[in-house]
């Protein structure tokens, strides 16, 4: 999976932390403490799709972000391809050409709405495409798919997206049950939960709907983890950085009380 690391990095705070001295860890399942391991909510083995799912993530997406969720797409689907990397290379799609159209998942301009061009697409004309997604922050995103252009015009790519309100704020996950973090705008989804909507409007009629059950299921329970972790966490306050031009004055007004 082009030098992969399934396991998730540790920031050293957090539920999603890889290592720690006296933690345990399940390295032969979902790479996460055994207290809030995943193995229970994943498929037993990766599910087969006729879709071909490629993420181009970008290279901090995994080392500095402990709730990525990469590592659990990795183990439940056979048919994912990570691809590590800041723009898109013709090798970065499947090894040899798909029969099936390409389609890449991002809510730009010139996107359609997915389940609108599945709608308008007669089943043989899609089948068994080949699903493209960017993964990092949405700057790391933006940069990307600009980036990436020319190799996505030779490939003919079909520019399609969920749909996103881009007039209302985002949740958090105290406020839906599948948000990792707070998102910039309403619709605005994670990684996994992107790639479940997509494989339920591809994937043929009855096995899309069991994709994304199980993908969503082990996405609840990973934010769910999450939420306890933060309910129970004790935040120290912030140290209130003051502005140069302030401290100045200050100083300025204490001299001058002393020549008083």
Not at 166 to 182: H, N, P, T
Not at 198 to 225: C, N, S
Request: with cysteine; proline share 12%; net charge positive.
């Amino acid at each position: 999976m082009d030098d992969f690391d399934p396991v998730p990095s540790d920031d050293g705070d957090g539920p999603a932390a890889a290592s720690s001295p006296g933690r345990s860890i399940c390295h032969a399942g979902c790479g996460r403490p055994s207290r809030v391991c995943l193995c229970p909510y994943l498929p037993p083995s990766p599910l087969p799709t006729s879709t071909i799912v490629v993420i181009l993530h970008h290279p901090h997406a995994l080392r500095r972000n402990p709730l990525s969720t990469l590592p659990l797409l990795a183990r439940s689907l056979s048919n994912l391809r990570l691809v590590p990397g800041r723009r898109l290379l013709p090798s970065s799609t499947a090894p040899a050409p798909t029969p099936g159209p390409v389609l890449l998942l991002y809510p730009s301009p010139a996107a359609s709405d997915l389940a609108t061009w599945c709608r308008s697409t007669p089943r043989p004309l899609r089948a068994a495409p080949t699903l493209l997604l960017l993964d990092g922050t949405w700057k790391q995103a933006r940069e990307m798919h600009a980036a990436s252009l020319p190799v996505l015009s030779s490939l003919g790519v079909v520019p399609v997206a969920l749909p996103v309100d881009s007039c209302a704020d985002g949740d958090s996950m105290f406020e839906s049950d599948l948000v990792v973090r707070k998102e910039p705008r309403k619709g605005c989804v994670s990684t996994m939960e992107a790639v479940a909507r997509a494989l339920r409007l591809l994937e043929p009629e009855g096995k899309g709907a069991m994709v994304e059950e199980t993908l969503l299921g082990v996405l609840r329970a990973m934010v769910a983890f999450q939420t306890e972790h933060l309910q129970h966490r004790t935040v120290k306050p912030r140290v209130k950085m003051r502005k140069k031009k302030e401290l100045k004055r200050e100083e300025e007004m204490q001299r001058n009380a002393g020549l008083m």
